[in-house]
């Protein structure tokens, strides 16, 4: 989950959409080397680094796809179907 810049809580998508792989957590090490502090995803096949909210903060420029949630019924859903795609350098 993450929080856009009106407050909103929004899914980040878990899959970058440069190639679709899949980010993971940032470990120490990474953290560490990285020169945005703030890196806290990571995607493994061209190394790009992401915030907590899926800011893109180092090889790329676009963060990741959000999603609006959708409660029902004690459930969190998300329509797939309609990403809020971020554009390039926008952050949230
Ligand atoms: S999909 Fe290219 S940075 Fe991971």
């Known amino acids: 989950m993450a929080v856009d810049d009106q407050g909103m809580r929004r899914i980040m998508s878990p ?3 440069h190639l679709g792989c899949t980010i993971e ?3 120490a090490a990474q ?3 990285a020169k945005d502090k ?3 995803f990571h995607c493994p096949c061209h ?3 992401f915030d907590r909210v ?5 090889v790329v420029t676009r ?3 959000l999603y609006e949630p959708i409660v029902s019924g004690g459930n969190v ?3 797939i179907m309609k990403p809020i795609v971020r554009q390039e350098g926008q952050r949230t």
């Open 38 to 40: 703030s890196t806290y």
């Open 47 to 49: 190394g790009a680094q």
């Open 77 to 79: 859903y998300m329509d």
């Open 63 to 65: 963060g990741l796809d």
């Open 31 to 33: 953290i560490n080397a």
């Open 15 to 17: 899959a970058y959409s």
């Open 25 to 27: 957590p940032a470990t």
């Open 54 to 58: 899926g800011n893109a903060t180092y």
